[in-house]
């Protein structure tokens, strides 16, 4: 059973920054692709950014490129979001995804998943 946990939430005034994190106890997380969406109230999950296993390539939602890193700690097994620069359009609940694939990963369809976390609440405001 993958089980994911995110961690890192909470409220951030703009311009500020926040790190998610995305453990995966008893797992080799570098075997998966692992995504973060998000989804506002109201909205759709949307896709944030993704690495792949097989060549930690990375992708980017083009709201984000530039303010957030998705990056892969293989000695912690944790996959880490740093989010820059917040705006209250970041406003929502985060989650991790996992999917066990050979391919590149990708962010606009939440069905290339299998795994995924309960969400982390980020809230951007002054």
């Known amino acids: 059973q993958v089980q994911l946990v995110e961690s890192g939430g909470g409220l951030a005034q703009p311009g500020g920054s926040l790190r998610l994190s995305c453990a995966v106890p008893?797992?080799?997380?570098?075997?998966?692709?692992v995504a973060w969406f998000r989804q506002a109230p109201g909205k759709d999950r949307e896709g944030v950014s993704c690495i792949s296993a097989s060549d930690s390539g990375t992708e980017y939602a083009g709201s984000v490129k530039g303010r957030f890193t998705i990056a892969r700690d293989s000695a912690t097994n944790t996959v880490y979001l740093q989010m820059n620069n917040l705006t209250p359009a970041d406003t929502g609940v985060y989650y991790c995804?996992?999917?066990?694939?050979?391919?590149?990963?990708?962010?606009?369809?939440?069905?290339?998943?299998?795994?995924w976390g309960r969400g982390t609440q980020v809230t951007v405001s002054s």
């Open positions: 995804a996992a999917d066990l694939s050979r391919i590149a990963c990708g962010i606009y369809y939440t069905s290339l998943y299998d795994y």
């Open positions: 008893g797992v080799t997380l570098a075997y998966y692709n």
